[in-house]
């Protein structure tokens, strides 16, 4: 039978593979093939980082309310380890996003950040919201607690996203662009290809970090395990304070 820790780590050098090999496909689709825009010029080539990562931010967030909810319901650590990589990923990601769409900002607008630009503000609102996931389970000793209490903020947090972005959605006026839209201002099939290519390339990214830091965490529950069985219960320091997740090791 499986253990947890092969679950976690399944297919992982699959998911790296497919990850390089995707990647580098939607470099060269964007650098060699995608045109370059005609208002913008090279500096857009940063649109086919930045728009993925917004993307797959905010579906890690909602996944991290989704994988919360089945923590609530059932209480096993697996679903609060996922819900908190999920996160902890997220915010990884949203670091990346901000970073890349100031950098498209200056090049596009000559600033390096718009405060009336909805968008831009909601996004940063939701980084921000999450920021205090990790300080709020350090804040609690207990890990029942820890994890009772991280589930439900998760579960708030990952309902306000996609409200806040469908709020955002019907905001007007808005000077960020729309990727997704029926008006006559959507990509070109060239630049649509590059896009979608690129946004696998980074979900297959995200997901094989999350299993690597899963299976990482695991592996390390398992060998403070085995040290205890080695040097007994009663020899064995009390685990310091942390915000990751305890994980049971059977």
């Not at 496909?25 to 857009?44: C, K, R, T, V």
């Not at 390096?112 to 996004?123: C, K, Q, R």
């Not at 806040?164 to 070109?188: K, Q, T």
């Amino acid at each position: 039978m499986p253990t947890t820790n092969s679950l976690y780590g399944r297919r992982l050098p699959g998911y790296a593979i497919a990850t390089a090999i995707v990647l580098t496909a939607a470099i060269g689709l964007a650098f060699f093939y995608a045109p370059i825009e005609a208002d913008q010029g090279f500096s857009q080539k940063i649109f086919y980082i930045h728009v993925p990562l917004s993307i797959v931010t905010l579906g890690g967030f909602v996944f991290g309310g989704i994988f919360a909810v089945q923590y609530l319901r059932s209480g096993e650590s697996r679903h609060d380890l996922r819900s908190y990589t999920a996160i902890h990923q997220g915010l990884v990601f949203c670091t990346g996003a901000l970073i890349t769409g100031s950098i498209w900002g200056k090049a596009a607008w000559g600033q390096w950040w718009v405060w009336d630009e909805p968008t831009l503000v909601s996004f940063l609102i939701v980084f921000l919201l999450y920021c205090t996931y990790q300080p709020l389970r350090f804040s609690i000793e207990d890990p029942e607690r820890q994890a009772r209490y991280a589930a439900v903020f998760a579960v708030v947090a990952g309902i306000f996203v996609p409200l806040n972005f469908l709020a955002v959605r019907l905001a007007s006026p808005l000077i960020h662009p729309r990727v997704f839209s029926n008006s006559g201002d959507s990509l070109p099939g060239d630049m649509r290809i590059a896009f979608y290519t690129a946004l696998v390339g980074i979900a297959l990214l995200f997901i094989t970090i999350c299993k690597y830091e899963m299976s990482s965490k695991h592996s390390r529950a398992q060998l403070a395990a085995l040290r205890r069985s080695i040097s007994g219960e009663g020899n064995e320091p009390a685990p310091a304070r942390s915000a990751a997740p305890r994980i049971a090791v059977k």
